[in-house]
């Protein structure tokens, strides 16, 4: 998989994908496509607890449904654009390791990626902070 990210206030995200190859990321992030990309629309991911881990990320931002990218016959490409302007960060997520971010933060992942609905335990940077009290959770073994 190789990945590019250029741009500055509006970033964008392009990954090659070779066959076998998988990414994870909820509707509407994708910006274009190669032909030959398929996608799988789905209400749970590797790791998720099906419905109520469907309903967890909707809460949190993600949406009910998850999309798969993968190709069909041969290498292909798929790009991604955030919806506001900022930074796009890579992230290694090992195992038994987490990272919160605000809500729409998750932009894409690799299989394995978990998303979930985490709670701000600080009354302070949940009133003052601009995210409120309710942030996503990624977690599982993946890149992000």
Same mark, same amino acid.
């Given at each position: 998989?190789q990945?590019?990210?250029s +741009? !500055?206030?509006?970033?964008?995200? %392009?990954? @090659?994908l070779?066959?076998?190859e998988?990414?994870?990321?909820?509707? #509407?992030e994708? $910006?274009?496509?190669?032909?030959?990309? &398929?996608?799988n629309t789905?209400?749970?991911? $590797? +790791?998720?607890?099906?419905?109520?881990? $469907?309903?967890s &990320?909707?809460?949190s931002?993600g @949406?009910?449904?998850?999309t798969e990218?993968s190709t069909? +016959?041969?290498? #292909?490409?798929v790009?991604?654009?955030? /919806?506001?302007?900022g930074?796009i960060?890579?992230? %290694?997520?090992?195992?038994? &390791?987490?990272?919160m971010?605000? /809500?729409? @933060?998750?932009?894409?992942?690799?299989q394995?990626?978990?998303?979930?609905?985490a709670l701000? &335990?600080?009354?302070?940077a @949940?009133?003052?902070? #601009? %995210?409120?009290?309710?942030?996503?959770h990624? !977690?599982?073994?993946c890149?992000?």
């Open positions: 998989m990945t590019l990210i +741009g !500055t206030t509006m970033p964008v995200l %392009e990954i @090659g070779d066959p076998g998988v990414i994870v990321a909820p509707p #509407g994708m $910006a274009w496509m190669t032909p030959n990309v &398929r996608m789905t209400m749970a991911t $590797a +790791g998720s607890s099906g419905l109520w881990g $469907a309903i &990320r909707a809460v931002g @949406g009910l449904f998850m990218f069909d +016959g041969g290498p #292909g490409g790009a991604f654009t955030p /919806k506001v302007p930074q960060l890579p992230v %290694e997520v090992g195992a038994g &390791r987490g990272y971010v605000h /809500k729409h @933060g998750f932009l894409c992942g690799t394995g990626v978990v998303l979930t609905t701000q &335990r600080n009354l302070g @949940g009133i003052f902070g #601009g %995210e409120g009290f309710l942030l996503q990624i !977690t599982g073994p890149q992000a």
